[in-house]
């Protein structure tokens, strides 16, 4: 807590010293001339008005009043019209003024200069009188087509909804297509060569994500996802984790007046969706409602496993080769199924033209279970050894996920751009996974052993954040803010062993809990220089507390604390549609539950995996030259980047030794058995270029596509490693007229190296045909995944001085769909979507699959 109270002083006195600012920040006596050039003496006027419709005769509420300089033309003050449609604006400088009135939907008016003097102090505008815009929004017209990415200077944006090969999947789908991003067949993003990204749902985290960001990609439909962001140099404003940068994912709803909404339905012969959207927004109060449903089905998954242990290891004097202490080979097939549901619920209400709240409740529940068999044979070349042994294994498992996050928000706008924005955010998520194993032994015909293993757990985690921002003359715009995020993850593992002869189980447990509190402070400031440039730099001080307990096995129990100064700089300068661009960052990197639970996967009884609880956090440095350019139909987006982790956290397989001292692995059943862990193994440094483009060469044809070179080089204490990694996409669709349109994808992404090895490259493809029905108001697709291939091939290669060890994967994904949505309602522009303030906890080392 005191923490705690130490940042909000900080906060304090940064705010404190604003505030005493801000008279700067507008016209006063003794600093600011008049229009016509002579001295003001005093800053006493007053200006005012009121705004209606043209049409309705309607006051016009949130209407932007722009109070403009006649000698300058630009604007020295501003504000919006209340519900009434009046506005007013109080110690106006003397000198003369224009004003312009604008709202969305009209045509901007301006008022003739008129002049503020010690004379006329108060000026009264009258009845301002706005008219609508020729081309109102019909129930349905298209009024222009976003390209399918977009460069945001600051991040990239992929238009998920304008891509029909999106049709009918999943978030992990859609992911696929994102420049910068790769995806492999277990669902593993990477964002330019590295997986430590934090993922976002609507600026927001999400407690579906703390337990495998790969199984939560799977759940969400892709027919709710509006668009992906990625930020590879975000500001001192978002939270310092996510070395590599964040991945925001905005989903579908419509903020305009009126009630709208659609239903989507899709059916293939390994998965089926479906969702549904209601947006209804009357007066000053909106709402919001998604449900989306994912069901998998007829996965199936074939592997193969090789492994030879070394009589002696690597380095000594008569290590030999060819000489091996066992070789292993496993074989095994996998089925997979299941599903969840996926919802969201927002309101947002304007209490008046300054204040607003906004709610919101994300919920998630799904199942999966997954069958299997697998063989093993052991040749063991040891005379110690007296036989080979040969197991047979069926095994059950099943998997619960649960999450529900609530956040409220509460917004005060002093004038445009000055606002206040106090927000709180409650998430809580849980897991319940079981694993049921039947073996036998030498072919035997018989059960010989039974494990079964249970964990249940849950995360919780509360967030706490006040943001300010404040405008000053010149452009520029200070924010600050501070922020708590209180975590506690929980993890409770029981492990039977059942003897089938004897009747005799042996159990033992692993409880674990584990508290990360972050406390945050941040200042940015972002302003023009030498005319051309614009310049956004800030700093973000964080203190982190944590404390892990081990329940069972009995353990010490260990905190830790520790603080981070993080700095960070964005320059670019923008000749006419060239914009060039130049940034530094660094990063941290926490952790998340998924890499520290130390529950022991035993689904496969001689590869074991488990998690770390004593892992240390990543710091990274990240560096970005940038260049984009934009033509009357094309644009170019080309990156420069070095990103340099220290103190890396990377995955690593070893064997089973005698003189292993961690207690999670001290109980496993032999020498020859192998398990997969996280370290802090050293550094990670990442130099790469980065290419994307989209180009329209007629106007029904548009084509885009993205290239990434990294040369990634790995150091630590156990195994150097370096490799040249590439990948690459291309999207390209033609629109026949009629309603009738034609889309495909195709990626490759190549092997990438690891501490101990390389995994090998994969593809992906897809190709889909979208027919527009009853006036675009339905519609209806077809689409093909992977069609040139029913399956693709993973393998990964890794050794270390005592083993070698190769496996093949083949994942079975080739999908053939169809689907049908309809829209429904009417949309009108009567009310202005206020801008909303959202918590963003982009701050920890999200889960992911071990390889």
Excluded: C
């Amino acid at each position: 807590m005191r923490h705690l109270v130490l940042l909000a002083s900080l906060q304090l006195f940064l705010i404190t010293g604003l505030w005493a600012q801000t008279p700067s920040a507008v016209p006063t006596p003794s600093s600011t001339s008049a229009a016509g050039g002579s001295s003001v003496q005093r800053a006493g006027g007053k200006v005012s008005g009121i705004v209606t419709d043209s049409t309705t005769n309607k006051a016009v509420e949130f209407a932007t009043i722009s109070l403009v300089s006649a000698a300058t033309g630009k604007p020295v003050d501003g504000t919006v019209t209340d519900d009434r449609g009046r506005f007013t604006l109080n110690r106006v400088a003397f000198g003369t003024y224009t004003v312009q009135v604008s709202f969305i939907g009209y045509n901007t008016y301006t008022r003739s200069a008129f002049t503020v003097s010690e004379k006329d102090a108060e000026i009264e505008l009258g009845n301002i009188v706005l008219k609508p815009v020729q081309n109102k929004l019909r129930e349905v017209t298209v009024v222009g087509e976003k390209p399918l990415v977009e460069d945001k200077v600051d991040r990239m944006v992929y238009n998920a909804e304008q891509d029909i090969t999106n049709i009918g999947g999943t978030a992990s789908d859609v992911l696929k297509k994102v420049p910068s991003l790769t995806v492999d067949l277990d669902g593993n993003v990477q964002l330019r060569g590295s997986s430590n990204v934090r993922v976002l749902i609507n600026n927001k985290p999400s407690s579906i994500m703390a337990n495998s960001v790969a199984d939560a990609l799977r759940q969400i439909p892709s027919d709710m996802i509006k668009t992906v962001e990625v930020i590879t140099s975000p500001s001192a404003k978002y939270d310092a984790e996510g070395s590599a940068g964040i991945i925001n994912i905005i989903t579908k709803k419509n903020t305009l007046y009126g009630v709208s909404g659609s239903v989507n339905t899709s059916a293939g012969n390994r998965n089926a969706n479906g969702n549904g959207n209601l947006n209804i927004r009357r007066g000053k109060v909106g709402f919001t409602a998604n449900l989306g449903t994912h069901q998998q089905y007829n996965n199936k998954n074939e592997n193969v496993l090789e492994r030879s242990l070394f009589s002696l290891p690597k380095g000594h004097p008569e290590h030999n080769p060819d000489s091996y202490y066992s070789t292993l080979l496993q074989q095994g097939t996998t089925k997979r199924q299941g599903g969840g549901v996926f919802g969201q619920l927002g309101f947002d209400a304007d209490l008046d033209s300054s204040n607003s709240i906004t709610a919101g409740v994300n919920f998630y529940r799904g199942r999966f279970n997954s069958s299997g068999f697998q063989s093993s044979f052991t040749d063991f070349r040891d005379n110690s050894k007296t036989a080979d042994r040969y197991v047979e294994t069926t095994s059950e498992n099943k998997n619960r996920h649960n999450s529900l996050d609530l956040n409220l928000g509460y917004t005060h706008i002093f004038k445009p751009q000055q606002e206040l924005a106090v927000l709180g955010q409650w998430t809580n998520g849980g897991m319940n996974m079981s694993s049921n194993l039947d073996n036998a032994i030498d072919q035997n015909d018989f059960l010989d052993n039974l494990v079964r293993n249970t964990n249940e757990g849950f995360n919780r985690e509360m967030t706490y954040q006040v943001d300010y921002t404040h405008p000053f003359q010149n452009k520029t715009l200070l924010e600050v803010g501070t922020k708590a995020i209180l975590r506690h993850a929980e993890s409770d593992a029981i492990y039977r062993d059942i003897d089938v002869d004897t009747d005799q189980t042996t159990e033992r447990g692993n409880s674990f809990a584990y508290d990360q509190d972050v406390y945050a402070t941040y200042a940015s400031y972002g302003f023009k220089a030498l005319k051309n440039y614009n310049v956004k730099s800030g700093v973000r001080f964080e203190y982190t507390d944590l404390q892990a307990q081990y329940i069972a096995p009995v353990m010490p129990s260990f905190k830790d604390n520790y603080s981070n100064l993080i700095p960070n700089v964005m320059v670019s300068r923008t000749f006419k549609s060239q914009t060039v661009r130049a940034g530094y960052t660094q990063r941290i990197q926490r952790p998340q539950i998924w890499y520290l639970n130390p529950y022991v996967n035993t689904s496969d009884k001689i590869n074991y995996s488990f998690g770390n609880p004593e892992l240390s956090p990543e710091l990274t440095h990240s560096y970005e030259l940038g260049y984009s350019n934009y033509f009357k139909t094309s644009s170019v987006n080309v990156s420069l980047y070095w990103r340099q982790t220290n103190n890396a956290i990377e995955n690593v397989r070893r064997t089973v030794s005698a003189s292993e001292v961690n207690p999670a692995v001290e109980y496993l059943a032999s020498e020859d058995n192998s398990y997969t862990t996280f370290y802090n193994i050293g550094r990670n440094a990442t130099y790469g270029l980065s290419f994307s483009g989209n180009t329209k060469p007629i106007p029904a044809w548009n084509i885009g596509g993205s290239v990434n070179l990294n040369y990634i080089d790995l150091k630590s204490e156990i195994q150097n490693n370096a490799a040249l990694q590439y990948s690459f996409n291309v999207n390209t669709g033609y629109d026949f007229g009629k309603g009738l349109a034609l889309q495909a994808f195709g990626s490759y992404s190549s092997p990438r190296p690891s501490i101990q090895g390389k995994f090998s490259g994969f593809y992906y493809s897809s190709v889909s045909v979208k027919k527009d029905l009853w006036d675009k108001k339905g519609s209806i697709s077809v689409g093909v995944d992977n069609p040139f291939s029913k399956s693709i091939k993973f393998t990964s290669d890794l050794s270390n001085d005592n083993f070698l060890q190769n496996t093949v994967n083949q994942n079975f994904n080739r999908n053939v769909r169809v689907s049908f949505s309809y829209r429904f309602g009417k949309m009108d522009m009567n009310s202005q979507p206020r801008r909303k303030k959202s918590i963003k906890n982009d701050d920890a080392k999200g889960g992911g699959e071990t390889n």
